[in-house]
């Protein structure tokens, strides 16, 4: 599972560091010019890894912005306020305020997510560069949603297969303010400009093939033709398959560490860091995607 990969006729080298998933790669120019072939052969290795680390790279945010638009359009994030004014692409996370820029914080704990599901055409892939990282907590956790799929029950596969959820971010407007009452007025605005939409429990990633649980806890309001609380205790039971340690990668951070995760295929979360001690700043990409398909 260690043993270096290297890439035919490119500079590309793939490590796995997870147990199902993850990958540490070197030999991409990410603020460079990217070959037609060394850019085929990154995106290979994302099907198959679904997280790649790139350490400790210099990037600027020109840099990320340029690399990210390689994979096709890019969301402007739904917290307009916390994108960076220079380049509206740039999304902000951390506890940092700074040149007209002042980054998303949230000081209760996050719940398992995939990137824009509340979007009817949710994102493809996200890129996390840390710009400023604590010495200490902030990890962030990638739960194998592929791998999770392949080892469900079968029993409970015939059960969910086909069955849609409804994900909208007035659900994640509520959950957030019962973990954190000091989140500001404009999750308010996001839960109106998005209605929510419908989403498939179990998704098809378009390239591989490969099927993935699409669970967002925070965020499903509720699966079609099932109450509430029937809705939640079924979420809850697959949350808790998928995100077992045989499943989870944690990526702690160091500076200058560049993460791109895909959508279709992992969720992710964080960990908490103590706010009052370390300032944290990361820069987000997101690609945006096409419709998910529903397996059938």
Same mark, same amino acid.
């Given at each position: ?20 998933? @993850? ?8 603020? @460079?010019?990217?070959? %037609? ?75 398992? $997510? ?69 989140? @500001? ?20 990633? %378009? ?14 309001? $509720? ?74």
């Amino acid at each position: 599972m260690n043993q270096m990969m290297p890439r035919p006729n490119t500079r590309l080298t793939a490590r796995p560091i997870g147990l199902t998933m @993850g990958a540490e790669v070197t030999g991409i120019p990410v603020n @460079g010019d990217v070959s %037609p072939e060394l850019l085929t052969d990154f995106v290979s290795i994302l099907h198959r890894y679904r997280v790649l680390v790139m350490p400790e790279l210099d990037l600027d945010p020109a840099d990320l912005v340029a690399f990210s638009r390689r994979f096709g359009p890019l969301e402007i994030h739904s917290r307009f306020e916390n994108t960076l004014p220079s380049n509206r692409h740039i999304f902000c996370v951390g506890n940092v305020a700074r040149d007209g820029m002042k980054a998303s914080f949230n000081k209760g704990v996050e719940q398992w $997510h995939a990137d824009s599901s509340y979007r009817e055409t949710p994102s493809d892939a996200s890129l996390f560069h840390g710009e400023i990282v604590p010495p200490e907590g902030a990890d962030t956790l990638f739960a194998d949603a592929t791998a999770a799929w392949r080892t469900l029950d079968p029993a409970m596969r015939d059960r969910i297969e086909g069955l849609i959820a409804v994900h909208s971010l007035e659900t994640l407007r509520r959950w957030g303010a019962r973990h954190d009452p000091n989140r @500001g007025p404009n999750v308010d605005r996001q839960a109106a400009k998005f209605p929510p939409v419908r989403q498939p429990l179990v998704r098809v990633h %378009p390239a591989t093939g490969s099927k993935s649980l699409n669970i967002c806890p925070a965020v499903i309001s $509720h699966i079609e033709g099932m109450d509430e609380a029937d809705s939640a205790a079924l979420i809850e039971t697959l949350i808790a398959h998928t995100t077992q340690s045989r499943f989870v990668y944690c990526h702690r951070w160091r500076k200058g560490d560049l993460v791109m995760w895909d959508n279709r295929a992992v969720l992710h979360t964080a960990s908490l860091f103590d706010h009052t001690r370390y300032q944290r700043l990361m820069y987000r990409t997101t690609v945006a995607g096409n419709a998910p398909l529903l397996s059938a």
